[in-house]
């Protein structure tokens, strides 16, 4: 998976300690959908250029 980024930390942060409408469960599987998916979409970028990871 890709690393937290800055702007995702700051969300992580806001949603935890405001303590909003959603749970915390909702946020932590929020932030590893984004990462998982954001770590598909850099290999499938890379592999229609022909790229090997």
Known sequence: MIGYTVPEIRRLL????????RP???VWSWSHWRRRRQHQARTC???TRGHVP
């Open 14 to 21: 806001v949603y935890l300690i405001l303590r909003h409408a």
């Open 24 to 26: 915390d469960e909702h």
């Open 45 to 47: 970028h890379y592999r």
